[in-house]
C-alpha cells in the first residue's frame, strides 16, 4: 500500500492541510481557523480540526510521516504533537519555520528566499530547504513590520490620534470605526471604539488586527494620504526585512526564487506594488502558492533517499509544475 | 464623630489610598500594585489590598465618601464598587479619571491641565475640576505615546532589529536582555529573548515593559544613540500631547498650573528634561505629588457646598500647601 504524508502550514488566519501520496497526488485536504501560539486564542484546536478534516476517509496507518510549518516552532512544536496524537497519527512528526513551507510550497529549488507578509511577517534565507537566516518574524507585540497586524494596529493609532487631535484627520476612520463596532457606528464615540478594539483583541486575539488591512489599502487607493504613509512605511520595513536575509543581492546572474508569501504580497494589494518597487525590479520572483502541500513535499521528500527521483517528482507534483 | 473620606490613586503599576478627615488631616495609608483594568493581570484585587491597608484601625462606617482616580473610568467603575463593597464600605463612591486625581493632587486650583508620563501616558486639560479635554491615554496596544510601556516596548523592538540585522547595534542589549531573562544572560539568543518577553507579558501584563524605562534612561546617559533617539522621539509625542489639549497656549499672562505626573516626569529622568526644552520654559510647571491625597481632597470637596471653606482647607491641607 502506499505510504500516505501529510503537510500543514499553520498561519496566523488559517490552517491548510494536505494529504498526498508517494506521487504527490493530494488524497485529502482540511482548513481552519489560525495556529499561531502568540497571536491566536486556540491555535492547538484549529490544527486539530485542519488534520481530521483533511484525513477524512483516509486509513490513518497508511500515514508514514508529517510536517508542521509553524511559526515559533519552539513554542509551537507540543501544539503539533498534541493535534497529531489527537487525529490518532502515529507516523514521524517534524515542526519546521512555517516560512520554509511557503517556499517548498511555491519552488522545488534548494535554495533562496522568503518575503512573508500576512498576518505577520517576516523575511528567510533558504539553503538546501533549511532556514539559515531569518529577519523579524518576532510577533505582534515585537515585531512583524509591515505585516496585517502591523498595518491595522498603524491605522488604529492613527485614527485615534486624528480623533483626539494629535494628527492629520484621515477617511480611514469611517470604515475602521464600522469594522470595529459593526452596525452601531453613526457615534463613533472615541472612548468606545477604544474598549470595542481592547475587546476584541482580548477575545480574538491580537491577530484579529490584520482583519482591518483591506481597509487601508482601499483608503489608499482612494487617496488618503494618512493610508499611504501607513502603506509606504510597510514597504519600507518589508524591502529591509528582505534585503537583510540577502534576499536581493544585486547580481544579474542570481537566480535564487525570492518567494513573495502572505496574503498582502500574493493578493493584488498596493502594499505588494510598493514592496516590488522598494525592492527593485527582479526576475526571480515566485508567488507563493500551497504552504501546506510545501509541508507535505517535504515529509515525502524525507521518506527517500535525495537521489530517488521520488522526491523531486513528488515534490514538483504536489505544487503543481512540471519541472525544476 | 467626624466624617472620614476615602481617595484612591490607581496607576498602572501602583494603587495608593488615603483616608482623611474633614480638616484633611490623614487618618490612614495604604499602597499595592497596580488597578490598570486593561494593563494588570489583578486591578480588582490590588484595589481591595490599598483600601484595606489604608482602613486599618479605622471605624469604617464613618466614612462619608469616597473617590477613585482610574484610567479607563468606564471599564474600571465595576472594579471599584467591587473593591469598595469587599472592603465593607457604603458611603458615596465617585469614579474618576486618574488624570483629575493627579492635578487635584497637586494644586487645589479649579483650572489648568496634566500631562503623565508613567506606566501609560495623557494629557488632559482641567476646568472646574473636571476633565474637558483629553489625547492619548489609549493604552499598551493603541496610544500612551512616550509612557513607560511605550518606552520599553520600542527599546525591545529596536534591540530585537539590531540583533537580526535590520538595524544598528544598540548598547541597549545587554541591560535588555539581563531584565529579561534574569540571571542567565551570556548566549542571549534572539529565539529566547522573544519567548521570554511574550511570556512576561502574558504573565504580568503589558504594564511589565514599563519596568524596561529606568534602563533606556540610563543608556541615553551614557551616550547610547539608539536610546537618545527613542527618549527624543517620547518627548516629541508627549509634548505633542500637552499642546492637544491646550497645556501651553503662547500667552506670557497664563498663569493656569500644567501638572507633570507619573513617574518618568516626577522624577529626574533625562526624558522630563525633553519633555521641558519641547514645551518651552513655563512658570507654572507643578510636579505632581500625591494622587491619593487628591482623590480624598475631590471626595470631601463633595461633601461640602463650595462656599464652605472647610473644602478649600480641607484640600490644602490634604496637598501639603498653605494657600492657593
Not at 468606545?192 to 482583519?211: I, K, N, Q, S
Request: aromatic share 4%; hydrophobic share 50%; glycine share 14%.
Amino acid at each position: 500500500v502506499e505510504a500516505l504524508f501529510v503537510g500543514v502550514d499553520g498561519g496566523g488566519t488559517s490552517t491548510r492541510c494536505v494529504v498526498a501520496g508517494e506521487t504527490g497526488k493530494i488524497a485529502g485536504r482540511g482548513r481552519a481557523g489560525g495556529a499561531n501560539a502568540v497571536s491566536v486564542a486556540d491555535p492547538s484546536a484549529n490544527l486539530l480540526a485542519a488534520l481530521l478534516a483533511a484525513l477524512e476517509g483516509v486509513d490513518r496507518s497508511r500515514v508514514a510521516g508529517g510536517v508542521f510549518g509553524l511559526a515559533g516552532t519552539g513554542t509551537s512544536r507540543p501544539l503539533a504533537e498534541q493535534a497529531w496524537r489527537a487525529a490518532g497519527l502515529t507516523g514521524r512528526l517534524w515542526v519546521v519555520p512555517d516560512v520554509l513551507v511557503a517556499f517548498t510550497g511555491a519552488t522545488a529549488a534548494p535554495d533562496g528566499s522568503v518575503l512573508i507578509a500576512g498576518t505577520g511577517a517576516m523575511g528567510a534565507r533558504i539553503r538546501a530547504r533549511r532556514v539559515v537566516r531569518r529577519a523579524d518574524g518576532l510577533g505582534w507585540l515585537l515585531g512583524d513590520e509591515g505585516s496585517g497586524v502591523w498595518l491595522g494596529r498603524r491605522a488604529l493609532v492613527a485614527m485615534l490620534a486624528a480623533l483626539d487631535g494629535r494628527a492629520a484627520p484621515t477617511e480611514l476612520t469611517g470604515p475602521l470605526a464600522a469594522a470595529i463596532l459593526g452596525e452601531e457606528t453613526e457615534a463613533a464615540d472615541l472612548q468606545a471604539l477604544v474598549a470595542a478594539v481592547y475587546a476584541r483583541v482580548a477575545e480574538a486575539g491580537p491577530a484579529w488586527l490584520a482583519t482591518l488591512a483591506p481597509l487601508i489599502d482601499t483608503a489608499a487607493r482612494q487617496g488618503d494620504q494618512v493610508a499611504r504613509d501607513i502603506l509606504r512605511e510597510a514597504a519600507r520595513r518589508l524591502a529591509r526585512t528582505a534585503r537583510v536575509v540577502g534576499a536581493v543581492d544585486g547580481r544579474q546572474e542570481d537566480t535564487r526564487p525570492l518567494v513573495l508569501a502572505g496574503s498582502l504580497l500574493t493578493e493584488q494589494t498596493m502594499l505588494a506594488r510598493l514592496v516590488r518597487a522598494e525592492l527593485g525590479e527582479r526576475a526571480t520572483w515566485v508567488p507563493a502558492r500551497d504552504g501546506a502541500a510545501g509541508a507535505a513535499a517535504l515529509a515525502l521528500r524525507a521518506a527517500f533517499p535525495p537521489e530517488d527521483p521520488r522526491a523531486l517528482d513528488g515534490h514538483l507534483a504536489l505544487i503543481g509544475q512540471d519541472g525544476p
